[in-house]
């Protein structure tokens, strides 16, 4: 089932009229956001190796400044001071939790316009968490840049713009799974 309704997504990645029932999208869905994840973990713990390898080699020219503890699974780097040496950058983590979601979303919104098309209802339902997504992961590395109480203002906008966020996506995973439309609609005859 998964299979088949992976090919059929795949293969109707482009198109955005018709519909497709519950049955054939969730599938899909549940593959794409499955494989997602994966992906996202290993460009996320690719980018965090990195930068934990930039904060042990500054632990180790500045011990003055730095206690590493280890224990039984178990690792910590303290860093204190002024760290002119030391740039974290989040771009990179920005970027792939960026070019990751991108791919979900470009691989989700053919079948997702179609699934809404089947209760009957227009695509463009799908694009509304969407501009909260693109705020939310177009800030971040501004956000992990200040890093400071002078960062208090964008943290709790950001905070709000992820609630907004989250609440808009449940509301379209609410519409997804409601029930077609028995006989045409608008947007077609009935998925087969």
């Avoid at 909260?132 to 971040?140: D, E, H, K, N, P």
């Amino acid at each position: 089932m998964i299979c088949q309704s992976s090919r059929h997504g795949l293969s109707g990645l482009t198109r955005f009229s018709g519909r497709d029932g519950r049955g054939r999208f969730w599938p899909y869905a549940l593959a794409v956001v499955g494989v997602t994840f994966v992906v996202l973990s290993v460009g996320m713990a690719a980018t965090m190796s990195a930068m934990l390898v930039d904060m042990q080699a500054f632990a180790v020219a500045h011990p003055d400044q730095a206690v590493i503890t280890t224990g039984p699974g178990s690792y910590s780097i303290q860093i204190e001071g002024d760290t002119p040496g030391l740039a974290l950058n989040f771009t990179p983590m920005a970027a792939a939790m960026g070019a990751g979601v991108s791919l979900a979303v470009l691989l989700l919104a053919a079948a997702t316009t179609r699934r809404l098309h089947d209760s009957g209802r227009r695509g463009y339902w799908g694009l509304l968490p969407l501009p909260f997504l693109i705020v939310g992961i177009s800030a971040f590395p501004r956000l992990m840049a200040e890093g400071d109480a002078a960062s208090t203002g964008l943290f709790l906008a950001l905070f709000v713009n992820n609630l907004i966020y989250l609440g808009t996506l449940v509301l379209l995973v609410v519409l997804l799974t409601q029930r077609s439309n028995t006989g045409g609609n608008r947007f077609g005859p009935p998925a087969s």
